[in-house]
């Protein structure tokens, strides 16, 4: 299976929400992504539930802790047991975040590079190792950031370097992009035209807190808000509709809720493209 093979929309997976997964329609979301750090080795009535999941609807994974960008060699033994967890449950599409989360042990965040060469060339290799590691592509998510670190480039020049070394794909997040973009003053509709339309493979939405005009927290805790929608509008316009997921990891509210946004995924993709080239995506 390869990422081609995902389409529509989806959610996240999250233990709060799984009574409600079980009993949803089959056609509630058309895939669900989980990140297997949190489901590797896991047995018991999780593991049953989850198993009872994937035999339901098609697995995303999105990983949380591989640290790409860090200082410390790559977590084999992770990564091979990603892999197993990849295999065994059919996952077409596995992706990371272009960031670090450890030195010395976990550092429970997701923490910006600095836009450099060194750093381009520091966390391509580390993803052609990953890839090697799991017998597949990846694709890399745009984080959201506060405080850059040195920026010798361009955030989006620092992307489509690491993209092109690493010979990889990304997942865009169009809430980080929006949430970067005005934390960081620059526009998010040039960034998107910038962006490689061939390894753009999927999409992620998700809502944000409004500190203040000029600061956006992205906290995965609220509703997709209205300018995320318009830009997530745009980005179909460039790379056509594909699999998008709907972030939440807290404060949720029931999965009737979060399935109407969802459907205004599934709206907003069939607006741009008819349902089966949205299956082709």
């Given at each position: 299976m390869t990422?081609?093979?995902?389409?529509?929309?989806?959610?996240?997976?999250?233990?709060?929400?799984?009574?409600?997964l079980l009993a949803a329609d089959a056609g509630?979301?058309?895939?669900?992504?989980?990140?297997?750090?949190?489901?590797?080795?896991?047995?018991?009535?999780?593991?049953k539930q989850l198993a009872a999941l994937?035999?339901?609807f098609p697995l995303s994974c999105?990983?949380?802790?591989?640290?790409?960008?860090?200082?410390?060699?790559?977590?084999?033994?992770?990564?091979?047991?990603?892999?197993?967890f990849l295999d065994q449950h059919r996952v077409p599409l596995f992706s990371e975040h272009l960031s670090y989360c450890s030195d010395d042990g976990q550092l429970y965040d997701l923490l910006p590079l600095p836009f450099t060469d060194e750093a381009v060339h520091h966390v391509a290799a580390r993803i052609r190792q990953a890839q090697d590691v799991l017998g597949r592509r990846i694709a890399v998510e745009n984080i959201s950031y506060y405080a850059a670190p040195y920026q010798a480039l361009s955030e989006i020049d620092f992307l489509r370097a690491v993209l092109e070394e690493a010979d990889c794909d990304l997942l865009l997040d169009v809430n980080n992009l929006y949430v970067n973009a005005i934390n960081h003053g620059?526009?998010?509709?040039?960034y998107l035209a910038e962006l490689p339309a061939e390894r753009v493979v999927s999409m992620h939405v998700a809502g944000h807190y409004d500190e203040a005009p000029d600061l956006k927290i992205d906290?995965?805790?609220?509703t997709v808000k209205g300018d995320v929608w318009a830009l997530?509008?745009?980005?179909?316009q460039r790379f056509g509709a594909l699999p998008t997921l709907l972030e939440r990891d807290f404060n949720f509210p029931p999965l009737a809720e979060l399935l109407?946004?969802?459907e205004a995924i599934r709206e907003r993709q069939s607006a741009v493209i008819s349902l089966p080239e949205v299956r082709r995506a």
């Open positions: 990422a081609a093979s995902l389409f529509g929309a989806g959610l996240g997976l999250r233990r709060a929400l799984l009574p409600e509630a979301v058309d895939f669900l992504e989980c990140a297997p750090d949190n489901w590797i080795g896991v047995g018991g009535a999780f593991g994937a035999e339901r999105h990983g949380l802790s591989l640290s790409l960008g860090g200082p410390a060699p790559l977590d084999l033994e992770l990564l091979r047991r990603t892999r197993e620059y526009d998010a509709h040039a906290t995965h805790g609220a997530l509008e745009q980005a179909y109407v946004e969802v």
